[in-house]
């Protein structure tokens, strides 16, 4: 099994982004390493060149990014963690993926007719190409599984579609066809002023979410100041179903314990927030400390990250390498 995964480099993260992708991407590549395959792990720098990003900003989000997968657990020696500006085998196979796409396939996307919207003749050509740099992102390991979530079914599709054009094309059997990897479904964590909306970097105020970087003080505060609901905790989580922001501190506290909801609610029916809420913060404190403990030292040595990406390049770069070969012997170039 190999997997490959590209990550969308932002900086400030939050608990939600900790508990609903990041936490998945250590849990798979503990999984994955296990059974003697690979998870290579990319920071998808060039795909951000579709978005106006200011140059020093698009540095830091990819160092702050690698620094927080770093310090919440991807392993460097069991995952292979780098960025894809580093291995040009993406944007030299994307360009002989390039003949093969077909501008119907590509026009069909619905990401693309979203984010174009009614502008297509102002949006950038790499908007509309972008689907054929994710399927250069995963053919060029031979990947044999792509975490996808729903909206990226379709281009993970597409990838398949091209791989198998470019086969029959070129008489070849160069392509792996990519198939999806499920994992186990990810938590989405509300934000803990309304149980309405996400936890999103958005949010103008900083009380509705747990930053990464967060100290021990100002976790404790924001999970005491967590709207709630004077009742106390159900016995069971359908109990829980109209009742928003209790659900969501009862999704927060089974997610960092690795236990289920309903466990959560089973130990402490019949209490009431006052109890809840310290032991929650108690908890978060426990796991989340750490990992911001590493991250300080991490962005405090940003070099360190680099060489880690350095390094990550070069054995991503290995494995890529042969593929362009082969991809070029494959065309006559
Ligand atoms: P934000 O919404 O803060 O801008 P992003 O859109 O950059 O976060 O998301 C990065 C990753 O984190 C994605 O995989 C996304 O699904 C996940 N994520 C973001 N917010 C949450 C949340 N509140 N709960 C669960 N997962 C989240
Ligand atoms: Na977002």
């Known amino acids: 099994m190999r ?22 991407w250590v849990a798979m590549q503990n999984d994955v390493a296990a059974t003697g395959g690979d998870c290579l792990f990319f920071l998808a720098d060039l795909h951000s060149l579709t978005v106006a990003i200011p140059p020093a900003e698009r540095a830091r989000t990819t160092i702050e990014m690698a620094a927080t997968l770093l310090a919440a657990g991807i392993d460097p020696d069991k995952a292979i963690l780098f960025n894809q500006a580093r291995v040009p085998a993406h944007a030299e196979l994307c360009w002989i993926l390039q003949g093969t796409a077909r501008m119907g396939w590509l026009g069909r996307m619905t990401q693309w007719k979203d984010k174009a919207g009614k502008n297509r003749e102002g949006a950038s050509v790499g908007l509309f190409t972008y689907p054929v740099l994710q399927a250069a992102d995963v053919l060029v390991y031979n990947a044999t599984h792509v975490p996808v979530g729903e909206d990226q079914k379709q281009h993970l599709e597409l990838a398949r579609d091209i791989a198998t054009k470019f086969n029959t094309d070129f ?4 392509f792996t066809l990519p198939e999806p990897f499920v994992s186990k479904a990810a938590p989405r964590i509300m934000s803990l002023r309304d149980g309405a909306a996400k936890m999103s970097k958005s949010d103008p105020s900083d009380m509705t979410r747990i930053n990464l970087t967060d100290d021990d003080d100002a976790i404790a505060q924001k999970f005491r100041k967590a709207r709630t609901d004077p009742a106390p905790l159900p016995d069971t989580m359908d109990a829980l179903a109209d009742r928003p922001e209790a659900r969501n501190l009862v999704t927060i506290f089974a997610a960092l314990a690795d236990r289920t909801p309903q466990s959560v609610v089973t130990e402490y029916a019949g209490q009431g927030f006052g109890t809840f809420k310290p032991a929650l913060a108690d908890l978060a404190i426990a796991r989340l400390g750490p990992i911001r403990d590493r991250l300080t030292r ?13 390094r990550g390049a070069e054995r991503a770069d290995a494995l890529a390498a042969p593929m362009l070969q082969a991809a070029q012997h494959a065309t006559g170039l």
């Open 3 to 24: 997997i490959v995964s590209g990550i969308q480099t932002t900086g400030n993260l939050h608990l939600g982004n900790y508990l609903g992708a990041i936490k998945q």
């Open 171 to 174: 008489d070849t059997e160069l």
């Open 298 to 310: 991490l962005l405090d040595n940003p070099d360190a990250v680099t060489a880690h990406l350095v």
